[in-house]
């Protein structure tokens, strides 16, 4: 049977002193935990055929550092930046069948689509990855990975 897959990850650490908030760059430890990324999802097995990224500097320079999907089609959505959930529920639903799609962005809109969908709070700290599947019409998240969880 076909499945729907998404890995709904949040930038990496950034540092806050920036002349816009759209231009801040990710910290020394968030481009180290950018690097880890790919071992840690490979791990459980998933594998990302298509990423949609916010296109601010830190959610760009996230996936960047996923050096493993440089060949992935990438593709940048101004849509995506502090975006609401509801936009992020939209790119969660243009998941192909059989496909596991990379969705980079921001929070608030990371933790509330995903209590939205699952009825449960997930802190979702910078670079904190949620696996979620699509089962009966529903999106179910199978597990959350943060950057803390193996230090």
Same mark, same amino acid.
Request: proline share 7%; with cysteine.
């Given at each position: ?9 949040? =930038? @990496?650490? /950034?540092?806050?002193? @920036?002349?816009? !908030? ?8 968030? &481009? =180290?935990?950018?690097? !880890? ?16 990224? /916010?296109?601010?500097?830190? *959610? $760009?320079?996230?996936? +960047?550092?996923?050096?493993?999907? #440089? +060949?992935?089609? *990438?593709?940048? &959505? ?11 529920? +939209?790119? $969660? ?13 921001? #929070?608030?809109?990371? +933790? ?5 969908? *699952?009825?449960?709070?997930?802190? $979702?700290?910078? %670079?904190?990855? @949620?696996?979620?599947?699509?089962? #009966? %019409? ?10 803390? !969880?193996? &230090?």
């Amino acid at each position: 049977m076909a499945q729907r897959r998404v890995l709904l990850m949040r =930038h @990496a650490q /950034s540092n806050p002193n @920036a002349p816009t !908030d759209f231009e801040r760059e990710l910290t020394n430890q968030g &481009k =180290h935990d950018a690097r !880890d990324i790919p071992n840690r999802i490979r791990s459980h097995g998933w594998t990302p055929s298509r990423i949609i990224v /916010s296109d601010s500097r830190r *959610t $760009m320079e996230t996936v +960047e550092l996923l050096t493993e999907y #440089n +060949e992935t089609p *990438t593709e940048p &959505k101004d849509e995506l930046y502090l975006a609401p959930s509801e936009t992020i529920l +939209e790119f $969660m639903e243009s998941t192909l069948s059989d496909e596991t799609l990379l969705l980079v962005t921001h #929070n608030p809109g990371c +933790e509330v689509v995903l209590y939205q969908i *699952t009825g449960v709070y997930h802190e $979702m700290t910078p %670079g904190a990855c @949620a696996f979620l599947s699509e089962s #009966n %019409g529903r999106w179910v998240c199978e597990r959350v990975l943060r950057p803390d !969880d193996v &230090k």
